[in-house]
């Protein structure tokens, strides 16, 4: 993690550069502050993965000398059936097209959005105050 931390440092160094460039040169405020806003992201990604990196043991791309099967293993758990991701899409594609075509739109698909969440949140919830 410490290299990809140092990648966003030097990201956000560069795009500090060009926002304050573009910003004298182009006198355009909106190009300006999504360049200073991009700045603000790179540096918080950096920031939080450098100060992960300090946390945890190094990993197989922070070893000069290490094989791509030094990095293989687990990666973690994925559902094999959830249908919950189906819901948000199209959920999220139903409100993006209110947009374009009328907001009434958005009320058939806040529900499905939200019925695709809470789904997702709660699809292995286990516990004392479980539903049935």
């Given at each position: 993690?410490?290299?990809?931390?140092?990648?966003?440092?030097?990201?956000?160094?560069?795009?500090?550069?060009?926002?304050?460039?573009?910003?004298?040169?182009?006198?355009?405020?909106?190009?300006?502050t999504a360049l200073f806003l991009?700045?603000?992201?790179?540096?918080?990604?950096?920031?939080?993965?450098?100060?992960?990196?300090?946390?945890?043991d190094a990993g197989a791309q922070?070893?000069?000398?290490?094989?791509?099967?030094?990095?293989?293993?687990?990666?973690?758990?994925?559902?094999?059936?959830?249908?919950?991701?189906?819901?948000?899409?199209?959920?999220?594609?139903?409100?993006?097209?209110?947009?374009?075509?009328?907001?009434?739109?958005?009320?058939?698909?806040?529900?499905?959005?939200?019925?695709?969440?809470?789904?997702?949140?709660?699809?292995?919830?286990?516990?004392?105050?479980?539903?049935?």
């Amino acid at each position: 993690m410490k290299i990809q931390g140092k990648m966003f440092v030097w990201l956000s160094v560069f795009l500090l550069v060009m926002a304050i460039v573009y910003g004298v040169w182009s006198k355009e405020p909106a190009g300006t502050t999504a360049l200073f806003l991009s700045f603000a992201l790179a540096i918080m990604i950096g920031f939080y993965l450098g100060f992960t990196a300090r946390r945890v043991d190094a990993g197989a791309q922070d070893n000069k000398e290490a094989d791509v099967a030094d990095d293989a293993g687990e990666v973690g758990f994925f559902s094999p059936h959830s249908w919950q991701p189906l819901s948000l899409a199209i959920g999220g594609a139903m409100a993006f097209l209110g947009v374009a075509v009328g907001w009434w739109l958005l009320y058939f698909s806040a529900p499905l959005i939200v019925i695709g969440l809470w789904g997702w949140v709660f699809e292995y919830y286990r516990g004392e105050n479980r539903t049935q």
